[in-house]
């Protein structure tokens, strides 16, 4: 401890201090001149004679001691302080990089030694630890204040991420309830509209804009949106959907398709609607089809007319040019029919589920991945078998019709037209006009969006059988007398081997058939007509009284 004190009294006074040194053993030390020596009561000895004393150094002077009222404290009190002083636990020794302020104790003990020896002023002092108190508070100040951005920006971005996630969390929540609303939408609009029915005939599903006085007009059913058509056909939304919907390849299809042979060889498709489709079709060829107005030349399909009032503008001419229009019902395709529906008054939207419920596509069956497809190879177009192809056929056709007839008119020719048959007949002095009507009947045909069939072109002339839709037409209607001669041989043979016996092509209902063949020979020629029509009921009744007995 003592070793402590020296050097911290060595730090105050530059070095070791002589004078502060302990007197020698036995060696008394000289009170101070002008002071008596001490009275011992003992006797006073002998006097003895003065001797000669070694020159002694000048005593130093102690500073603590001698400078109590500078410094302030006693050598005690200093001596407490420096030793109440904890290194290990003062945070400002060994700091190279700040001024201790004045209330650390050791940094006062310092300033007063400072003090003590001179070195500063009280002043001076005063202004040091005034700098560095400034800068113990604001040395940290950049620091501070980069943390306090950095604080602020760390703040500003967690405030704006919480805006962002907030902002984004409401979007969501929106976009949800937007797609909730849309499904909740498109649920609705399943159940009570139609906005689409496939790619390529979709078009024109969102107008629904009807010519109203047109239709009121033409006496026609007023229909604007595919809901007046399912109310009117009796059917749900959904179902009218089912019904309309196109697709290239179904796995069900609303038709029965077969074939049937032609006159002239090969086969023929045949497309038979389904009940419901059927019923559909049946409605609108009633309530709108039937109703609408047709051509003169025009005879198939017609109420009043056949192929009797066809082949009957014909009868007895000098020359008959028969030509035929190659693939009648698939030319007309769906976009035809649907300009049908359009130039009658009704919305393209009506137009379209209309259109949609009269055509079909030609389609092939395929088998993939174990399933059975009906593939769709090519246009949607007026199918055969379905009731309103002829009616829909004769409105596509009525321009053509027109065109023909008035061309026809001109060259003195009579023309008409039954289904794809276009039949051109004149009387005498016309037959170099034949090459000149055939060349201006293809090119109004090919106008019209029509072609002729290059194989199926006659031209018959007077001395030769002329024949119309089958009817002869020389001199008077009359059957083929091929045909007349069959009917008879069947009646003949069958009163001795029975009707069923003459089912040589085994068809399904013979007696039916052969009562239609008989029929349609007595609305061509009634005489021979009326002669087979008994025999055959001799034959029926006499098989029922046989069956009676």
């Not at 800068?135 to 500003?156: F, G």
Request: aromatic fraction near 6%; charged fraction near 25%; glycine fraction near 8%.
């Amino acid at each position: 401890m003592g070793s402590f004190w020296n050097r911290l009294k060595g730090l105050f006074t530059g070095g070791d201090t002589p004078g502060d040194a302990a007197p020698a053993q036995g060696t008394t030390a000289a009170p101070p001149a002008g002071t008596a020596a001490p009275s011992t009561g003992a006797p006073a000895s002998t006097a003895t004679p003065p001797q000669a004393q070694a020159p002694q150094a000048p005593a130093v002077r102690n500073p603590y001691e001698a400078n109590e009222a500078i410094l302030g404290l006693s050598p005690e009190e200093f001596r407490k302080r420096a030793l109440k002083i904890v290194p290990w636990r003062t945070a400002w020794i060994g700091r190279v990089d700040t001024i201790p302020p004045q209330s650390d104790e050791r940094t006062a003990l310092i300033d007063k030694g400072l003090l003590l020896r001179g070195f500063l002023t009280r002043e001076q002092l005063a202004e040091i630890h005034r700098v560095g108190d400034l800068w113990l508070k604001h040395h940290d100040a950049d620091r501070l204040a980069h943390a306090a951005a950095a604080k602020t920006a760390e703040a500003a971005v967690e405030a704006r991420r919480a805006e962002r996630k907030k902002r984004k969390e409401e979007k969501q929540r929106q976009s949800a309830e937007r797609k909730q609303q849309r499904a909740e939408d498109i649920a609705r609009r399943k159940r009570e509209d139609i906005i689409f029915l496939g790619r390529g005939v979709s078009s024109g599903l969102a107008d629904r804009r009807s010519n109203i006085e047109a239709l009121q007009a033409s006496k026609l059913p007023v229909l604007s949106s595919p809901a007046d058509v399912a109310k009117a056909l009796g059917l749900s939304i959904p179902q009218l959907r089912w019904l309309c919907f196109h697709q290239e390849a179904a796995e069900k299809t609303h038709y029965h398709y077969f074939e049937v042979p032609k006159r002239s060889g090969g086969k023929r498709l045949l497309s038979a609607p389904q009940p419901t489709l059927k019923q559909a079709q049946a409605w609108i060829l009633e309530n709108i089809l039937e109703p609408l107005p047709t051509e003169a030349p025009a005879h198939g399909f017609i109420r009043g007319r056949s192929t009797v009032s066809n082949a009957a503008a014909h009868l007895d001419r000098d020359v008959v040019v028969n030509l035929d229009l190659k693939d009648f019902f698939p030319t007309i395709t769906f976009r035809r029919v649907r300009g049908v529906f359009r130039r009658l008054g009704y919305s393209p939207s009506v137009s379209t589920v209309l259109a949609l419920l009269c055509t079909e596509s030609p389609r092939r069956q395929v088998d993939y991945d174990g399933k059975r497809y009906w593939v769709a190879v090519a246009e949607r177009g007026l199918p055969q078998g379905a009731c309103t192809s002829p009616a829909l056929s004769n409105q596509v056709a009525r321009k053509l019709d027109r065109r023909l007839r008035g061309r026809m008119a001109k060259l003195g020719w009579e023309y008409t037209r039954y289904a794809d048959d276009l039949t051109f007949s004149a009387p005498a002095g016309k037959r170099e006009q034949v090459p000149f009507l055939m060349a201006a009947v293809r090119h109004v045909a090919e106008e019209e969006g029509f072609a002729l069939n290059p194989n199926k072109g006659r031209v018959q002339r007077v001395g030769g059988r002329q024949s119309v839709t089958g009817i002869v037409v020389n001199e008077k209607l009359s059957v083929p007398r091929e045909e007349v001669r069959r009917l008879r041989a069947i009646l003949h043979q069958a009163k001795t081997t029975g009707l069923a016996a003459q089912n040589r092509e085994n068809r399904p209902d013979f007696e039916a058939w052969l009562h239609g063949k008989i029929a349609y020979v007595c609305m061509v020629d009634k005489p021979k007509g009326l002669k087979l029509l008994e025999a055959f009921e001799a034959l029926r009744s006499g098989k029922q009284a046989s069956a009676g007995s």
